[in-house]
């Protein structure tokens, strides 16, 4: 599986799915819906919604995607321990992971792959703040080592880092990817992403050359940006990184830069809008070798993604 997912990256340009808690928050979601009335718990709705989540994988393979990932963002141990699950991490991150394989199972036309998401646990542990930065390093990485054994155990073809704001804690994220492939014995490629903000920089100040020359050599196979930001704020960056020449480059923008409507966050980038950048880094830049969506997007961006591709013959 392993092989066949970076052969994939050497041959074709692979479509991730776009966002799932959007697309969770359209059903219109109550209290009851989630497990132990765990209202906002989306990662639960594996197991009290299963069907939910099934549909959205599939409205996404349907749309063209590659790739799907598991319903498993905030499923670190951490995280989990807010909604009193913290003892179920690596049953819950199967449990996500064989929910997606098996509708993955049903698009025999193209291999389809399953990535296993990985969010962050809350904490900046770089941080000074005494509540944020305030954790023991040894729980970060054993919080993500028992959520990459759960994705390791159910299947997962690669292992997905995203949205990360400060850099130690994607070393430790990595470091307790490599530990649980190692405990498990399933050898599965690391995407190490990081969200940057619309100058460049990370959370706690971190820029992309920092951020890729630290974690570039501890075994990851892809690189890239997800969230924060829309496509054209992530270009620098990704020019940056083409220019190393070095690592597959993965990019996920949000729908545009998110608007304040009413205390919600808008993302009004279209469909076709969103396919003409991520077209135009594709011409430009050949070490970007996997494209999707991050927040706001729908099944329908990654539709007009999927033509996006077919037109530049990738």
Known sequence: MANNFLDEIENHVLLFDGAMGTEIQKLKPRPEDFPNNKDGFNDGLVLSRPEWIENIHRSYLEAGSDCIETNTFGSNQIKLQEYGFGEQTVSMNKAAADLAISVAREFRDRKKFVVGSMGPTGYLPSSNDPDLGNVPLDKIIEAFDLQAQGLLLGGVDA?????????????????????AIDKIGRKVPIISN?????YGKMLLGTNIQSAYTTVSDMGISVFGLNCSTGPVEMESSIRWLDEQNELPILVMPNAGMPINDGG??????TSKDMSHHLGEFLQKYKKVRIIGGCCGTTPEHIRELRSTLKSYNL
């Open 159 to 179: 292992l997905l880092i995203e949205t990360s704001q400060d850099i130690l804690e994607v070393k430790l994220a990595i470091t307790g990817s490599l530990n």
């Open 264 to 269: 919600n966050a808008v993302y009004k980038m």
């Open 194 to 198: 990081v969200t940057l903000d619309k």
